[in-house]
């Protein structure tokens, strides 16, 4: 039962029996996506892809976990994987389709600052899960993005759409605003620091402190 005063959401894995449950001929399995291409005399050209579903959900207090799947978590899921399909059908996926595999495709949740709800977006991005390879999928998300913002009425002197200002719900955040285990806007309430001569300098929007040797990154010889 949801319930009481929450600082970050629940996390919830539907699961389904896999074993048969003795009440038909068929045993149950865990949900799955059957694709049968058309059969020609010429054949058909096929490409498999990855999709990462991530929804989050707003259930009533005091609704059980069993209503919260089944009137929030699987609608929003339905319509995610209709959203995946969109994209495939319109062939809008900001890569270019002339190679042999297409991209995978991710939901990262997103919180733009002053607002209370959080905004989902699915990205196609590459297969190659590499430095490089995430720094071209920025480049090709850009206009994606700036759809985003004038969509939502958003300014577009700053990015509030990249990866790195996804939110993370298990032990850190990069979203806006913060979230998880980390520290966020570590300097709001300092006192200002007795320096003769020193100045001040202000950052805009908000930022997440990392401190030394954090998620198990090695940084040693980066200096303080």
Request: proline share 7%.
């Amino acid at each position: 039962t949801v319930g009481g005063s929450l600082t970050s959401p629940v996390t919830l894995v539907p699961l389904i029996r896999q074993s048969p449950s003795g009440s038909g001929p068929d045993p149950a399995a865990a949900p799955m996506l059957s694709w049968q291409p058309i059969r020609g005399e010429k054949g058909v050209n096929w490409h498999a892809t990855t999709v990462r579903v991530d929804v989050l959900a707003y259930v009533r207090r005091g609704a059980s976990t069993a209503d919260a799947v089944s009137s929030a978590l699987q609608p929003a899921l339905r319509t995610q994987l209709q959203v995946v399909r969109a994209l495939l059908d319109m062939g809008d996926t900001g890569f270019d389709e002339d190679g042999a595999a297409l991209p995978t495709f991710r939901a990262l949740h997103f919180q733009p600052p002053g607002w209370a709800h959080v905004v989902t977006t699915v990205y196609p991005m590459p297969a190659d899960d590499n430095e490089e390879a995430t720094a071209a999928a920025e480049q090709n998300l850009r206009d994606r993005r700036l759809q985003i913002h004038a969509r939502l009425g958003l300014q577009a002197d700053r990015p509030l759409f990249r990866l790195a200002n996804a939110l993370t719900f298990d032990g850190g955040a990069n979203g806006e605003g913060g979230g998880g285990g980390r520290l966020s806007d570590v300097h709001v309430g300092l006192p200002a620091a007795p320096v003769q001569g020193g100045s001040v300098h202000l950052v805009s929007g908000h930022y997440d402190y990392h401190h030394y040797m954090q998620d198990k990154f090695d940084d040693k010889g980066w200096g303080c």
